[in-house]
């Protein structure tokens, strides 16, 4: 047999006009197949260059993420990445518990490029659809858009102090719907508090720990019409700053909580039953104390 190109070999007679014929169909099919794997490779290693290769859907299910586009099909690479654009309106959370897929898993617990500015299209459109999640979501102080599988730095959150589930928290600092891109922190003291946290990204049967945090941080970031935003932040406000911008550096609570107070809250494992004591009763000795 004869190489014709990459991983292509022509079986004995291939000297017949039809099997000439063949040649430049064995020959796209292997740079098809060659396409599809550089494109897989570049997603994993996160390369720009090679990620303008286009890909079937089923490929890149776990790439940037969903958009609904009746126009499109297949993957799009505006912006930089990978972009699975189906029609399905639905973002899952990326569960580290639940999701099988170690590729969405990687890109969860992955830092996050920075936004730059002004925005582009595709960025506005994420944004879009994280505000989205957000809202339709019921006692969420925030979320990040990697929870989601969208490689951003981008957060929204809120805190109300008149909110369900506000009533065992110390909020003395409110703050209204706000969208923060690019954001960090910095402690401004060594004091620091306990409080338990939960998370989408760990909620098979409720996932709750124990984390200890700075009271009061400086915080900086950038609003979505590039306007720059600083200042400080203390107490409930700072933890879910602080919460919401690890998770674009690809760290969740459950890295920083005190491993042996982390819980299923639904499972009846003696170990989980045991926390779960330990948790009622740090609620009861810790009742919130807004002065």
Known sequence: SRLLGPFVFCPPGCGSAMARGSRPLLLVTALGLAG???GFRAYLAGCDVVARLRDPPHTCRHAQGFVASPKKKGFTSKGGGLET???KRSWPYIDIHLTKNQTRIAR????CPPVKFPLGEEDRKLLKVLEDKFDKERNCAGLAAPQIGIRRQMIVFKVDKSDAGMAQRKVTMEIDKTVWLNPSYTPLTDEMIEDYEGCFSVMKTRVFGLVS???????QATLPDGSPVEGEASD???RVIMHETDHVNGILFVDKADQETIFHYDSVNKRDLG???RFKAWCRENPPDAD
């Open 275 to 277: 926390r779960k004591r």
């Open 108 to 111: 969860l617990r992955r830092a």
């Open 85 to 87: 654009v189906i029609r």
């Open 236 to 238: 409930w406000l700072a």
């Open 36 to 38: 599809r794997h550089c």
């Open 213 to 219: 945090r700075p009271t009061r941080v400086a915080y």
